[in-house]
């Protein structure tokens, strides 16, 4: 089993940064492919980004690109979001996932994941 626990959520001005780390817990770190979602209020959890388990290869969401940044390090078994540029559509509940299952075109799909924490809040006020 592997859990995660997200942090770093809050409330931000419009145009302002947050960080959110996930730490994982359960299994080596290392093996993981870790994914973020979002699920706004009366909207499905969609994909955020992902990263491989390396770091050497990542993905967005065309929303997300060139405002958000995920990272990884191994060592300290924490997978991050930077979050740039925010935007009142940018408010959700935040989860991170994690999965083992092979790299490929599938990656942003939610049914991939098999772990997933509980999630944090990140309100954008306009």
């Known amino acids: 089993q592997v859990q995660l626990v997200e942090s770093g959520g809050g409330l931000v001005q419009a145009g302002g940064s947050l960080r959110l780390p996930c730490a994982a817990f359960g299994r080596p770190f290392s093996i993981l492919i870790m994914g973020w979602f979002r699920q706004a209020p009366g909207k499905a959890r969609r994909f955020v980004a992902t990263?491989?388990?390396?770091?050497?290869?990542?993905r967005y969401a065309d929303s997300v690109k060139g405002r958000f940044t995920v990272s990884r390090d191994n060592a300290k078994n924490t997978a991050y979001l930077q979050m740039n540029s925010l935007n009142a559509e940018d408010t959700a509940v935040y989860f991170c996932?994690?999965?083992?299952?092979?790299?490929?075109?599938?990656?942003?799909?939610?049914?991939?994941?098999?772990?997933w924490g509980q999630g944090t809040q990140v309100t954008v006020s306009s």
């Open positions: 990263i491989n388990r390396s770091g050497s290869n990542t």
């Open positions: 996932a994690a999965t083992r299952t092979v790299w490929g075109s599938n990656i942003g799909t939610r049914d991939e994941y098999s772990y």
